[in-house]
């Protein structure tokens, strides 16, 4: 989750990324998890957002629950009244659902946004805790040799709909002993009526991992990692894959 976050975000959060290819990414996931753990009936998803991926696992026969901090993100994803789909309000860091799990997913760099290591074992304890035995705990997350060889670059995104116009400058700044990168937004949203605009800042903490790190971190918390790839298409991760996906199989 951001820092100073502002509701607004969750308010604009589906224009900004509404070219974003959810239907790819849920069905790789769905694919994933039935070859690894085809029993799997029952999801928890961990920073779920507003439903997009839930909403097409859940029309592929999964149930998820989807565990987002955003109140204002899970009051929208409740107006989406999708079916088979519960969102709750709670931090991954440290939560408690009356419910275990088949499968635990984490998409979008979330776990990225936990740059503690502290933070990172008791999401990985406590995600452990609420799957059943065997398992399995899928997330993908920025990767370091990928960030140290591409390094990162200031960008310019700019999204509109009828209403409103959405610019968003994003500003990395490397903090290169801790695997951290923060990305400084500043998002600029104007009323296309009244020409009048307002403009607020974010900064986004995302750590990025090595393997040998995400191997230790399951070591300490009771997983085993049976596969490593690259996010969407499956290749062996290399120095080109910013993005790279972990699957953790509960001991």
């Not at 565990?67 to 709670?90: D, H, Y």
């Not at 776990?111 to 035995?133: E, G, M, P, R, V």
């Not at 990928?146 to 990395?172: C, F, N």
Request: proline share 4%.
């Amino acid at each position: 989750m951001p820092e100073n976050f502002n509701s607004n975000y969750s308010r604009y959060y589906d224009l900004l990324y509404k070219n974003k290819d959810y239907k790819s990414e849920a069905e790789y996931i769905a694919k994933l998890i039935r070859s690894v753990h085809p029993q799997t009936k029952n999801i928890l998803e961990l920073g779920a957002g507003t439903g997009n991926h839930a909403a097409i696992l859940c029309n592929d026969g999964f149930t998820v629950t989807g565990l987002e901090r955003s109140a204002e993100m899970v009051a929208k994803a409740k107006e989406k009244k999708i079916e088979g789909f519960t969102p709750v309000v709670g931090d991954i860091q440290d939560y408690s659902i009356d419910q275990k799990f088949d499968a635990v997913i984490s998409l979008f760099h979330v776990i990225s946004y936990l740059t503690s290591n502290t933070a990172l074992i008791d999401c990985f304890n406590t995600t452990n805790s609420h799957l059943n035995k065997g398992g399995v705990f899928i997330f993908d997350v920025w990767y370091t040799p990928a960030v140290y060889v591409q390094g990162s670059e200031t960008r310019i995104k700019k999204m509109e709909d009828d209403d409103i116009e959405i610019t968003r400058l994003a500003q990395p700044e490397a903090h290169y002993n801790l695997n951290v990168i923060d990305v400084n937004y500043e998002i600029i949203i104007q009323d296309k009526k009244t020409r009048l605009a307002e403009q607020y800042p974010e900064k986004h903490p995302m750590r990025h991992f090595s393997i040998p790190e995400i191997n230790l971190l399951a070591l300490l918390t009771g997983f085993e990692v049976i596969k490593t790839e690259e996010f969407l298409t499956a290749a062996n991760p290399g120095e080109n894959t910013w993005g790279v996906c972990f699957v953790l199989q509960k001991k």
